[in-house]
């Protein structure tokens, strides 16, 4: 397959890949979390051929991205919950999972009688779904099981002769997927944590619980979100993580940066105290939001290292941090070193 790069945002070729939306085609758009790939939800050729594309199993639901909030209507059985979070944080990287309508096809959900909605924020695709007239199922654009794509060259590297058109946006501003939460009754639960914490979400539901899935191996057979039940976020290299006091997980690192062919993935305070061989770090000990922007930027730089391992710090476990945790504990395949 040919792909279009589509290298400035221009209305022009916002117009082109709107097009081929709207012809049953695969473009890949920028978001504020990571690159999607993009096909007409209501066409379930395209969509199945979103699936074909990544390698994605087909009991992992799409999410699908609207222009506007109000447009849930058309897709959802909305409730006032709904709306009070869309008051706040809409556009933005949420998503509501809710019980769906009959237009939606069940390729979209995977068989599942709800669907995930959100309203991106990124101004290129919010026209491009404005331009395309549909509702836009968009997973992240990499290879299934690969690290989320934040940059043009990370989605031309995975789907170049896969999809129609890229479009580029530059890098994307959050770096990590979007919240996903359902909605149940006044209540929700956390399924996938993102930028959007826990925190924010208890300010305007008050009932808001999180999926033990979010730290620990998904066992229900058809998940309710993307990233829940399977191994995801991952380089080549196996990844594990790294869990103790600093001094011991200093000492840890170098020993084995001494006696094995690894990378180590740690924090800014950690890097003058360690080799400075195949050592990356993705932000301070505190700053979440560094660590979620750089994570998987820094997991696909290891890819071109050639490593055998990569040791990486825990992070915390608050606020953002819990996200950027779910990633990497995905990424490590729920393998865990306490030192």
């Known amino acids: 397959m040919h792909t279009l790069l589509l290298q400035d945002p221009t209305e022009e070729n916002i117009e082109k890949a709107a097009a081929i939306i709207k012809n049953g085609g695969l473009v890949v758009m920028p978001t504020e979390t990571v690159y999607g790939l993009g096909a007409d939800a209501l066409n379930k050729t395209a969509v199945t051929n979103v699936y074909k594309a990544k390698g994605r199993p087909m009991d992992n639901p799409l999410i699908v991205h609207l222009a ?7 897709y959802a059985y909305t409730s ?27 390729e979209v959900t995977c068989g599942l009688d709800t669907v995930a909605l959100r309203v991106p924020s990124n101004e ?22 690969k690290p989320s794509p934040t940059t043009f060259d ?14 580029d946006g530059g890098p994307c501003t959050v770096g990590l997927e979007s919240t996903v939460i359902i909605l149940k009754g006044d209540g929700a639960e956390i399924l996938r944590p993102g930028k959007i914490t826990y925190e924010d979400l208890r300010e305007i539901i008050p009932y808001i ?10 066992v229900d057979a058809k998940p309710a979100s993307p990233g829940m039940k399977y191994r995801h976020y991952a380089p ?3 990844v594990v993580l790294v869990y103790g006091e ?21 924090f800014d305070e950690d890097k003058p105290r360690i080799l400075p061989n195949n050592a990356l770090t993705f932000g301070k000990h505190d700053d979440e939001d560094t660590q979620a922007h750089e994570l998987f930027q820094k997991l696909r730089c290891f890819d071109v290292m050639s490593v ?12 953002v941090g819990l996200a950027v945790y779910n990633r990497l504990i995905r990424a490590a395949g729920f393998e865990i070193i306490n030192v």
């Open 80 to 106: 006032p919950l709904f709306y009070k979070l869309a008051e706040k944080f809409m556009p933005g990287p949420l998503t509501v999972i809710m019980p769906k309508k009959d237009i939606v096809p069940l």
């Open 68 to 74: 506007k909030a109000e447009d849930a209507e058309k």
């Open 124 to 145: 290129i695709a919010h026209k491009l779904i404005e331009k395309s007239g549909c509702p836009i199922a968009a997973p992240s654009a990499n290879l299934s099981g």
């Open 154 to 167: 990370h989605v031309v590297t995975d789907m170049y002769g896969r999809v129609d058109a890229i479009l």
């Open 209 to 218: 619980t999180v999926n033990q899935a979010v730290k620990n191996q998904c």
């Open 308 to 319: 055998d391992k990569i040791y990486a710090r825990v992070p915390s476990e608050n606020g």
């Open 236 to 238: 080549k290299s196996p």
């Open 246 to 266: 600093d001094e011991k997980v200093i000492e840890f690192f170098r020993n084995k940066q001494q006696c094995e062919n690894c990378g180590i993935l740690c």
